[in-house]
């Protein structure tokens, strides 16, 4: 029996209003949801497809598609999940075509960290922790936010596989719930926080990476 899907409710209370608005036609409410919103759907959907040009197309195609569904938004997720999930299915699609078109990397099944610095399975109290912990980094907490760090972190998400690219753009750079993202992508909670813990973990990794070489030069 397949896992159940996480059923967790994620509803805006303004979420009414808005659906009001946009189904009397109302340019100006969704205007600004374009301005909002437009950003992250284009950060999903780069999750998936090879392009920011074929990105933006998925968010266009996404816009549209919400306005002529609108009738069918039931209110179980926020609109804001609803629309997320509309993006993700439509870059998925077109990333399938894509593929047609011309293979792309497939997704690397191998540990981005060694497996050695976790704890194992079957330990007691912290299964899959780390066993030792990662390096710190040996620099002053403003370079965190410098701009050659950022690009690095920037880098790593980009080389992530789709799957933990998407989870890790809506949890650490969209802000959203971990209850919101299983909405979104279909996913088990159990499922998100792997896919985030691996995104992370890669992530790290790179960081690691580059503070250890700039220590060393």
């Known amino acids: 029996m397949p896992p159940t899907r996480s059923r967790i409710v994620d509803v805006d209370p ?9 189904r009397a036609g109302d340019e100006r409410v969704f205007g600004e949801l374009v301005e909002r919103w437009s950003g992250m ?20 195609d996404a816009w549209l598609t919400l306005l002529r569904s609108l009738d069918r938004f039931e209110g179980r997720s926020s609109l804001r999940t609803w629309v997320l999930g509309i993006v ?4 998925r699609s077109r990333a399938r075509a894509e593929r047609r078109a011309g293979p792309l990397p497939s997704e690397a099944t191998g540990s981005a960290v060694d497996p050695d610095r976790f704890l194992p399975a079957d330990h007691q109290r912290w299964p899959h ?5 990662p390096m710190p980094w040996p620099t002053p907490e403003d370079a965190l936010i410098a701009q050659e760090t950022r690009q690095i972190i920037l880098n790593a998400i980009d080389r992530l596989p789709p ?15 971990g209850a919101e993202v299983c909405n979104a992508l279909q996913l088990t909670d159990t499922h998100q926080r792997v896919l985030l813990h691996r995104a992370r973990s890669r992530v790290r990794h790179a960081l690691e990476q580059y503070f250890a070489a700039t220590e060393a030069s």
């Open 14 to 22: 303004d979420d009414d209003a808005l659906v009001r608005s946009l």
């Open 41 to 60: 759907m284009l950060r999903v959907a780069l999750a998936h497809v090879a392009s920011r040009a074929i990105a933006e197309e998925v968010v266009q």
């Open 88 to 91: 993700v299915n439509l870059a």
């Open 129 to 133: 922790h780390w066993a030792a912990a």
């Open 163 to 177: 799957s933990q690219r998407e989870v890790v753009i809506l949890r650490d750079i969209e802000g959203l719930t």
